[in-house]
């Protein structure tokens, strides 16, 4: 994913940074532990698509 559109992505539900998981599958929200999938390159950042995510799992 581009560092670019990284920089200027936020999480929908408390605006707050967004972070590439390891494997680029995901932008992972640290403050509400959400994990957004990414399809075809393209974030998908509806909240109802979102996962649970844990930062402890890495």
């Known amino acids: 994913m581009d560092r670019k559109l ?32 990414i399809r075809d390159n393209i974030p998908v950042l509806l909240i109802d698509e979102a996962q649970p995510w844990d930062p402890a799992e890495k």
């Open 6 to 37: 990284l920089d200027i992505l936020a999480c929908p539900q408390c605006k707050g940074p967004l972070q590439l998981s390891p494997d680029q599958q995901q932008l992972r929200c640290p403050r509400c532990r959400l994990a957004f999938p």
